[in-house]
T-cell receptor, first 114, second 110 residues
Framework: DAKTTQPPSMDCAEGRAANLPCNHS???????VYWYRQIHSQGPQYIIH???NNETNEMASLIITEDRKSSTLILPHATLRDTAVYYC???????????????FGKGTKLSVIP | DAGVIQSPRHEVTEMGQEVTLRCKPI?????LFWYRQTMMRGLELLIY????????DSGMPEDRFSAKMPNASFSTLKIQPSEPRDSAVYFC????????FGPGTRLTVL
């Protein structure tokens, strides 16, 4: 799986949009970009994933550049409960021949400030 | 849906004792994962099962660690004998379309 690079920490004012960047310059054509987050003392939580088109769900939006070498997770209106470590992961899709792993890096610690 | 259930949530034991961590995956999920998280090493995959069969246990640190999945609704991770360096938070996750994690078991080995 391709390696990702994320800033170690970011701050965001409550109510503002949080934009979390991720570089994945060695991503392969069939690798997806996944985002998980981990709130303190909890297990990681799935947020969103995408291949090349922008994606949006009830939690966040995912913007993937045209060359797919980087992406941005957007939390449109950050709240204090969004304070967490956010992990960007790239991996091949589930093949059906078995299961799949997630390789977690160090992530970005997002602090939402009142 | 109760999500992934892990027990116990906290475990404190003495070095040399046997420790058994338990996991109940989400019903209908056919893949189960055990992870370990420490400050030094972050989140590491230990082993995963597909349809109750161990697929990859290359992340299991030593022979002291063993994992079983006797049926689709239950898995255990056992450490025997336990050592202080095994102190960590152990997460179980199950996969349907995506991986969903349990709340974790915080293990302290004195």
């Amino acid at each position: 799986d391709a390696k990702t690079t994320q800033p170690p920490s970011m701050d965001c004012a409550e109510g503002r949009a949080a934009n979390l960047p991720c570089n994945h310059s060695t991503i392969s054509g069939n690798e997806y970009v996944y985002w998980y987050r981990q709130i303190h003392s909890q297990g990681p939580q799935y947020i969103i994933h995408g291949l090349k088109n922008n994606e949006t769900n009830e939690m966040a939006s995912l913007i993937i550049t045209e060359d797919r070498k980087s992406s941005t997770l957007i939390l449109p209106h950050a709240t204090l409960r969004d304070t967490a470590v956010y992990y960007c992961i790239v991996r091949v899709p589930y093949s059906g021949a078995g299961s799949y792993q997630l390789t977690f890096g160090k992530g970005t610690k997002l602090s939402v400030i009142p | 849906d109760a999500g992934v259930i892990q027990s116990p949530r906290h475990e404190v034991t003495e070095m040399g004792q046997e420790v058994t961590l338990r996991c109940k995956p989400i019903s209908g999920h056919n893949s189960l994962f055990w992870y370990r998280q420490t400050m030094m090493r972050g989140l590491e995959l230990l082993i995963y099962f597909n349809n109750n069969v161990p697929i990859d246990d290359s992340g299991m640190p030593e022979d002291r660690f063993s994992a079983k999945m006797p049926n689709a609704s239950f898995s255990t991770l056992k450490i025997q004998p336990s050592e202080p360096r095994d102190s960590a938070v152990y997460f179980c996750a199950s996969k349907g379309n995506e991986q969903f994690f349990g709340p974790g078991t915080r293990l302290t080995v004195l």
